[in-house]
């Protein structure tokens, strides 16, 4: 073979070679991105409508539905889930793997154009194509100094114009966000008592403060030599001149807006709670851009924080403290598999040792690691992959793989070695004789992980990085066999003399021990080809007994193992209604159980529970919306965290609450091994009916397991309706629409215009006093100026009445839909729970019509996950075996050989389920989805002995 030959008479040529591998990989390893997981094609548009002050039915009727029904038709969509809340309607687009997220961008944005009938004051509806919840690589929480007496929620507009910009200049940062604080606003806050005595109605207090906030253009004229620009300037440039507009003459009376209402420099009502360690706070997260070095980011963003610290924030009493970053479980984590990386290699080195019994044979073999793992980086920077767990848990995998075709060789060169012959013919022969075996066991281990390439679901993209490393370390190896271990066979290999009885050394022990283990084996199997009927019983018993064993061994399956990031999340799901200042005193309750366990307090005396001290406490709420994660302050404490928080949450009445360890293949906010059971139809009652009956079953079914119902299992957020009496107001002149901007003016308040102050851009909104809006039974008794000229209470012309409505509305593909979140008990295989929830409370429910037939119940969420992808891997490991079993049969020109060959992978697979049973007996491993990818990568290593000994087998058979 000519480059066999090329390579032994060129040693000099060949360490170029390997000195040239290894330079590039390096250099490939620094320059890789480092990041926690794969990235994942998991093409999502969000399109987001704000229409202040309406209800969640409203937003429902008038722009979610309008909205799903054009976006409907669009090519490649997958699935389509919406929520409606109050103020706000979300459509979420879920599209095809694959798909080209800026094609379906201007497809989105098309077809919203065909929708007419948005409400006058909606806002143009946003789209994105960005997770925020799930793509923060970092939080920060803001903070007054000591010093600084002011409220930390009115910086919300400085960390807007000031920090979010700074943050999101570091390299690598998408975008960032702000949670919580309030933003400014000018308010024209009016006494509408004061107004319908001096008959100005809502409606003209607006119309002069919009109108009067505002430039004109007069055009140009000349004069002499210049060209001069005319302008109208109306802009308000204070609050006096918002104060000095004229609303009306009365009687030749001015009124002017200061004598209706006070003009003030204001703050929003806070859409957010958001607390830190038993302080209030603000939260702003980064978000980083596809592809960047998740690590280099970080870094980036602590430094920005450093002099943000020590320049801007100090100046303005504040300070940006660091709360969690990726970066730190990351580079543990990685470190990690390096350590098992080495480890494993050492082990490797070290059992060659023992069975080759040389010190030369072992170094030569032991290049194949080095020379096969950096070379790979080479590969996978040429293909745009990333460094992560999964690629690197490959290379781990590898390290044991890539030194069988270097043994194969070596072994072959020593043996002709013995047989008398020089260093270079032996290395020549030796290597030629093998070649087909090297190529076969190398291609077919290559080719098992093929199938793999193509799974389009989550976990086929997870782990294309670990079929690229193995695939590319393997091949490698097979060049470096065939060139590097004959080059170097041909220089230093030496045959050892004999280590005499008796000895009492270390190399005397490794050698008799390495001796007697082959002896074993050479004797059993030559025990058992001499007499036929023994090797007739142990093909049967061996292969019938794995088939069966294995098919008694085999667990129930999970999706992907939780890891175990250091962040611990708690969801609560309170009584509707509830309001900012009841969720601040919730957040106050919880903190008075944690704060002892807060890392701030470590020296404090902690009960004799002794739970881990906390190393940072966050709790944010917003709507039905409340979280809360918690950081350990040592890492490998973070899972006695979940009873301390169950503990703490358990004890405010009237709520669910569900406590899990992020997962460290998250994708959404406490999501990841939980089971949906969506219930849709289109009778809001009765669909919330049907959802209790199944979350109380879920619950006696699984009494361990977390539940959380989304949105809500109750319609009982209150509501104020205020139903025009048609009649009676045509009569005073007031329609339907200028009783409703009255009301809203008068509530929440109305944006008219806006006004800008240094630079920035904010609402100038007229606003009711809140003595006028503060209590239900004065709501009535307001008076209002009608068109006509009349004072009318709100009463007079509306039927007033207390209800109860929903809080948020979902829809799944454009029906209502609750959805019932189980987390099983973490020794719960998920497999296991699906089963449960199908056959124990599903179907009695169902036999006994208490599902009524117009409302659909399916399983979602990771369970429609766990079956696809389980279902593409049982695919794939049959179409690896025929793969397998083709390309041998190719390189054979046989197919007994194949057939024979594959007799391995039954008592592999065997091993297997035993070693996973036995495993099991000590620490729980589900047979989760990097589990399952195991038994694939089996077929490939097994196989490789069985071919190795075939071909030899027939070369001595030909002989």
């Keep these: 073979m000519k480059l066999v030959e090329t390579a032994i008479s060129r040693p000099v040529t060949v360490a170029v070679a390997v000195i040239f591998i290894l330079l590039f990989g390096f250099i490939a390893l620094f320059s890789i991105p480092v990041q926690l997981t794969p990235d994942v094609d998991n093409p999502k548009i969000t399109v987001d409508t704000v229409w202040t002050g309406a209800s969640p039915t409203e937003v429902e009727n008038e722009i979610v539905r309008e909205q799903e029904d054009e976006l409907k038709s669009i090519e490649g969509l997958v699935e389509m889930t919406s929520e409606s809340s109050e103020d706000r309607g979300s459509v979420v687009l879920e599209f095809e793997v694959g798909a080209d997220v800026d094609s379906k961008l201007v497809k989105v944005s098309n077809k919203l154009d065909q929708v007419k009938d948005y409400p006058d004051d909606a806002d143009n509806p946003t789209i994105s194509s960005v997770d925020v919840r799930s793509s923060a690589i970092a939080w920060f929480i803001l903070k007054p100094l000591p010093e600084n007496k002011e409220h930390i929620y009115n910086y919300h507009d400085f ?137 280099d980011v970080i870094d980036g963003l602590l430094e920005e924080v450093k002099v943000l610290n020590a320049g801007l924030l100090k100046d303005n009493g504040l300070y940006l403290n660091n709360v969690y970053e990726e970066s730190g479980y990351i580079s543990n984590a990685i470190d990690l598999v390096k350590q098992n990386l080495i480890i494993g290699g050492l082990l490797a080195i070290a ?87 090297v190529l076969a066991s190398t291609l077919t281990t290559a080719a098992v992980f093929l199938p793999i390439i193509f799974i389009k679901e989550q976990a086929g993209q997870l782990f294309r990085d670990i079929a690229i490393a193995i695939s590319v370390s393997v091949i490698l190896s097979l060049i470096v066999s065939i060139t590097v271990i004959p080059t170097a066979s041909s220089m230093i290999l030496n045959i050892p003399g004999n280590i005499e009885k008796g000895s009492k050394s270390f190399f005397s022990f490794i050698y008799d021990f390495g001796g007697k283990v082959s002896s074993f084996i050479t004797g059993t199997i030559s025990l058992i080809i001499h007499n036929s009927g023994l090797r007739i019983s142990v093909i049967l018993i061996f292969t019938i007994g794995s088939l069966l064993f294995s098919y008694l061994l085999i667990p129930k399956t999970e999706y992907l193992p939780t890891g175990n990031r250091n962040l611990v999340f708690g969801i609560l799901i309170p009584p509707p209604g509830y309001n ?229 509305i979902d829809h799944f593909e454009r029906e209502r839909t609750i959805a019932i979140q189980v987390n099983p008990p973490e020794t719960m295989p998920l497999e296991t729970a699906i089963e449960v929830i199908q056959n124990e409370v599903l179907l009695p429910l169902l036999n006994g019509g208490q599902i009524p037939e117009n409302f659909n119940v399916l399983l979602t969420g990771t369970a429609d996950k766990l079956t696809e992808t389980r279902e593409s891997l049982q695919w794939n490991f049959l179409l690896a075996i025929v793969i397998s079993f083709l390309l041998m049969a190719s390189l054979f020109e046989s197919f007994i050989y194949p057939f024979v060959i594959m007799f391995s992978v039954p008592l592999a697979s065997f091993g297997g389920f035993l070693g996973l049973r036995i495993l099991n007996l000590f620490t729980y491993q589900p047979l989760d989805i990097l589990t399952m990818l195991g038994f694939v990568i089996l077929i490939g290593i097994v196989i490789n002995n069985a071919i190795l000994i075939v071909h030899q087998s027939r070369i001595i058979i030909l002989e």
Excluded: C
Excluded at 390 to 410: K, R, Y
Excluded at 653 to 663: E, L
């Design 159 to 295: 960390a807007d114009e000031f920090i979010k910009p700074r943050l999101e200049r570091v390299a690598g940062v998408g975008s960032s966000n702000i949670f919580g604080g309030q933003e400014r606003e000018i308010q024209v806050v009016f006494d509408p008592n004061e107004l319908a005595v001096r008959g100005i109605t809502i409606r003209e207090l607006a119309d002069a403060v919009s109108r009067e906030n505002e430039n004109f253009s007069g055009g140009s004229f000349d004069e002499g030599k210049r060209r001069y620009v005319v302008r109208t300037i109306g802009e308000y440039i204070s609050t006096d001149d918002i104060e000095n507009v004229v609303l009306k003459n009365v009687n030749g009376s001015l009124v002017y807006i200061r004598d209706v209402a006070e003009v003030i420099l204001g703050y929003k009502d806070a859409d957010y709670a958001v607390r830190q360690n038993g302080d209030a706070s603000i939260a702003i997260n980064a978000l980083k851009e596809s592809g960047a070095n998740t690590i």
């Design 351 to 437: 059992v060659l040792f023992t069975f080759l019994r040389s010190g030369s044979s072992t170094l030569i073999v032991a290049t194949a690691i080095p020379i096969s793992i950096i070379g790979t980086f080479v590969v996978m920077s040429l293909l745009g992959r990333t460094i992560n767990v999964i690629s690197l848990a490959g290379m781990s995998f590898a390290v044991g793989m890539v030194i069988d075709n270097s043994i194969v060789v070596l072994e072959n060169i020593y043996r002709h070695m013995q047989m008398g012959k020089s260093r270079v013919r032996a290395a020549y022969e030796g290597t030629v004789e093998v070649w087909g075996a």
């Design 580 to 808: 900012i200042n009841e969720f601040v005193s919730i957040g106050e309750t919880i903190e008075a159980d944690l704060s002892p366990y807060f890392y701030e307090n470590s020296d404090t005396e902690i009960g004799k529970d002794k739970f881990p001290k906390i190393k940072n406490f966050f709790y944010v709420a917003r709507g039905r919306q409340v979280f809360m994660g918690a950081v350990a302050q040592d890492p490998n404490d973070i899972k006695q965290l979940i009873p301390l928080m169950q503990g703490a949450l358990s004890k405010i009445p009237g709520m669910f609450a569900v406590v899990t360890q992020s997962s460290l293949f998250r994708s959404a906010l406490g999501e990841g091994r939980s089971i949906k059971i969506q219930i849709t139809g289109a009778d809001l009652e009765g669909l919330v009916g049907v959802a209790r009956t199944i979350f109380f079953a879920s619950m006696q079914a699984m009494p361990d397991a977390q539940l959380r119902p989304i949105p809500s299992l109750d319609l009982g957020n209150p509501e104020l309706q205020l139903v025009t009496d048609r009649e009676r107001a045509a009569e005073v002149g007031v329609s339907n629409q200028d009783l409703g901007f009255s009301v809203r003016a008068l509530v929440n308040g109305a944006k008219v215009s806006d006004y800008t102050i240094n630079g920035q851009e904010i609402d100038l909104v007229i606003k009711g006093e809140k003595e006028y809006s503060s209590r239900t039974q004065s709501i009535e008794d307001i008076m209002i100026q009608t068109n006509n000229g009349k004072l009318v209470t709100l009463g007079s012309i509306a039927d007033i009445i207390l209800t109860n409505g929903p809080e948020r």
